[in-house]
């Protein structure tokens, strides 16, 4: 049986068309993925996120587990301040990607909804010393607020002053009456917020963020609209772009790989190597130079012998072309190389770009 979030209701009243998504009924999409990744480019959208897992870890040794768990230095973090980073395997293959906060009274986990209990699972196998773990993902609702009016309908429904939350960092506050925790955060390229919140409050929390968007003709957007934002920004999707096949550094994820961390991290010989050798593939950037749209698992291909595979390809409504991610042979990495894709038995040109495909989003790096 599929679960359903603290806004199933909502969602279903505001007639999405539900799927199965990391076992969960979402919505993907209400009346059309295009109008609503335009909203969030445009305006304001609210996704239901809160499928994501969200762990709490405590304890005299939780920065030291932390690290050596997670591949960016989370002794770096000040309070209040977040961090996106990876959980890596022996071999360098990804467990996850995630975002660590570093709150007053513990570290703060959110993790992919998919990848939830295999994390807590990964992560429970390998604590030590002084750390406990919570996973609160029932009790706490997530709702990610994205586009350039999210802070003018945030602030309306806030008890704090929203403007000094740089990007990155997040706040304790009350959010419509109900305490919570806001983050200048998303999966958009967009200027946003995401919010937790207990479960019960959801509906309240729900009610209050349409209200005070509605001047801004806030509405809901799906799973779809998601993927098409993520992909205009070369965001790694996981299960697709990354997973234990891969590893941070041919996935371009060096930014959150600290190598550096004297103690080290799970993976962190290997990725070391694969650092100083050089990675024999790396993930790009293609655009589609007709109306072909690229699939998962499409050939790519050079001079027409195989040098690649497409992850993740879809329609960029922003562009209004088609937008693919995909790995290739380093040496075929450069910005401007022509290849093609084979598209069920068709070839079709595209272009290596750099990322990310859109350039115009409002999020706000500090």
């Given at each position: 049986m599929l679960k359903l979030t603290p806004f199933h209701d909502r969602h279903v009243a505001a007639g999405g068309k539900m799927v199965d998504f990391a076992g969960y009924d979402l919505p993907v999409q209400f009346h059309g993925i295009i109008p609503e990744h335009t909203r969030v480019r445009s305006t304001v959208g609210v996704f239901d996120v809160s499928h994501m897992g969200r762990i709490e870890v405590r304890g005299k040794d939780a920065l030291a587990f932390i690290n050596r768990m997670t591949t960016n230095d989370a002794g770096k973090l000040a309070e209040y301040q977040a961090q996106y980073s990876v959980l890596c395997y022996p071999d360098g293959g990804i467990v996850d990607d995630l975002v660590v906060y570093r709150l007053?009274?513990?570290?703060?986990l959110v993790v992919n909804?998919?990848?939830?209990?295999?994390?807590?699972?990964?992560?429970?196998?390998?604590?030590?010393?002084?750390?406990?773990?919570?996973?609160?993902?029932?009790?706490?609702?997530?709702?990610?607020?994205?586009?350039p009016k999210a802070e003018a309908v945030m602030q309306?429904?806030?008890?704090?002053?929203?403007?000094?939350i740089g990007f990155y960092w997040a706040a304790h506050c009350e959010i419509a009456g109900v305490k919570g925790l806001v983050s200048r955060t998303g999966y958009t390229g967009e200027d946003g917020f995401e919010a937790y919140f207990p479960a019960a409050s959801a509906s309240r929390v729900w009610d209050a963020i349409f209200a005070a968007g509605k001047e801004f003709d806030i509405e809901p957007i799906g799973l779809g609209a998601r993927d098409t934002l993520r992909m205009e920004m070369k965001m790694a999707l996981y299960g697709n772009d990354?997973?234990?096949?891969?590893?941070?550094?041919e996935a371009g994820l060096s930014w959150v790989v600290a190598l550096d961390k004297p103690e080290g991290f799970t993976g962190s010989d290997i990725l070391k190597r694969v650092e100083e050798e050089k990675p024999t593939r790396r993930?790009?950037?293609?655009?589609?130079?007709?109306?072909?749209?690229?699939?998962?698992?499409?050939?790519?291909?050079?001079?027409?012998?195989?040098?690649?595979?497409v992850t993740s390809g879809t329609l960029s409504p922003s562009l209004n072309k088609g937008i693919a991610l995909g790995y290739v042979k380093r040496q075929l990495t450069k910005a401007g190389t022509e290849v093609e894709i084979d598209i069920r038995g068709r070839r079709a040109?595209?272009?290596?770009?750099?990322?990310?495909?859109?350039?115009n989003g409002s999020h706000r790096p500090n």
């Open positions: 007053p009274d513990c570290y703060f909804g998919a990848n939830n209990e295999k994390d807590t699972a990964w992560l429970r196998e390998h604590l030590s010393g002084d750390v406990r773990m919570d996973n609160i993902t029932d009790t706490q609702a997530q709702l990610a607020i994205q586009g309306k429904i806030c008890s704090i002053p929203l403007a000094p990354i997973d234990k096949t891969t590893n941070p550094i993930l790009v950037c293609l655009e589609m130079q007709d109306r072909s749209i690229a699939r998962p698992h499409y050939q790519i291909l050079a001079q027409g012998q195989p040098v690649g595979t040109a595209a272009l290596i770009v750099k990322p990310p495909f859109y350039k």
